[in-house]
Structure formats: structure tokens, C-alpha cells
């Protein structure tokens, strides 16, 4: 499809499992961002890949969180050891410069038990 | 500490009638606000976006009017229809980074 794609759109894990969420940009963006966004807030920042350099992760929670972008195209953000607080909707969004306009996907909502 | 305030946290419109939704910044830094409208289970949508040395913007029934010195912006939608019901979230960029306000569900009455 030409937009971006996020997989799974739900995942349900229990306290102190890992989990993996993924993202495919927009074919050619250069930039991809990672958000957090709880119930009935706004989305809040996690990280940014310029291509495949994670230029900043100051927005990841803990040390619990890791995100990669490998190749530059796909990223996967990853929570070991996840905890209830965890629990929101994981938006990914790309654009094709290293600001501007930014293409969200539908997300991934997860869900600790 | 929150980047981006945003108010009204709700709003209920007349079918026809003009939606303002504000937000209010501090960091002067700030270079480039969009405006996101998001449905219930989808990603946020870019609606509309404002560069801080213009200070109003149209597009279609949606406008952004930014006001540098008091350091604020506002969506107004023209004309709402029931299909503007969702959630719009005003954000400012700086340096990488976007900052989003806490959304206003927003719904017109037919």
C-alpha cells in the first residue's frame, strides 16, 4: 500500500513478556518516528531514525524500550519485560525530509494484562 | 511539563457553525505547527501546517491564525459538517522533534 503500515494493529501480552512492534514507512522517507499515545492524550515522542541513525531516543521511557531501523526502510520498536504502564497505542510516522510533513500509521494497541 | 497547552479539551458545534480550537506555546524555538484531525482507531492526519512568519493560513474550511507575540495559534473549521467529528491535536516542531497538544474531541450536531 503507499501508506505506512503497522503491525500487529493489537497485541495483548502478559506482564514481563517482550513484544516487538513493526513499521513500514512510505517507501523513500527518510525520517521515521515512534510515538506513544495513552488513552485521550496526544502522541507523545519515543524516538526519530534518519535513515538507519537513530538521531534521538530521548523520549524512550526506559531502558526497556529499544528501536531499530536497520536498513533504513522498516523499524521495529521493541519493550522487553513489559509492565502495565506500557499499555497505549504505539504510533509510527514517516516523511520524506528530515522534517515536515508527517504520514502516520493506524498504529499498534497494546495491551499488558 | 507540558510543550503544547490546547483548548478546549471537548467542543459541540452546530452543523454550519465555525470550530475554534486554540493551543499556546512556549518555547520560541518552535519553527513549524501543524494541525492532525484522528479518527477513532486510526492514525492522526495532517490537516493543515503554519510556518511562524505567516500568520494566517487557509485551506479550503480550515484555518490556522498564529499569533507570534502572544506566542498562540488556532484552528478554525468553516461551515462544520458532522464529518469533522473526531479529534484534532495542534503540535509544534523543533530540532527533530514534534510536540503534541492533549486534543480536542470535537463534534458537530446535524
Redesign the interface.
Known sequence: GAG?SQSPRYKVAKRGQDVALRCDPISGHVSL?W?QQAL??????LT?F?NEAQ??K??LPSDRFFAERPEGSVSTLKIQRTQQEDSAVY?C?SSPA??????????TRLSIL | QQQVKQSPQSLIVQKGGISIINCAYENTAFDYFPWYQQFPGKGPALLIAIRPDVSEKKEGRFTISFNKSAKQFSLHIMDSQPGDSATYFCAAYNFNKFYFGSGTKLNVKP
Open positions: 505506512v518516528f510515538y485521550g492524550q496526544g502522541p507523545e515522542f526519530y534518519q538521531l534521538d530521548s523520549g504510533l510516522a528530515d522534517w515536515g510533513p508527517q504520514h502516520f500509521g493506524d498504529g
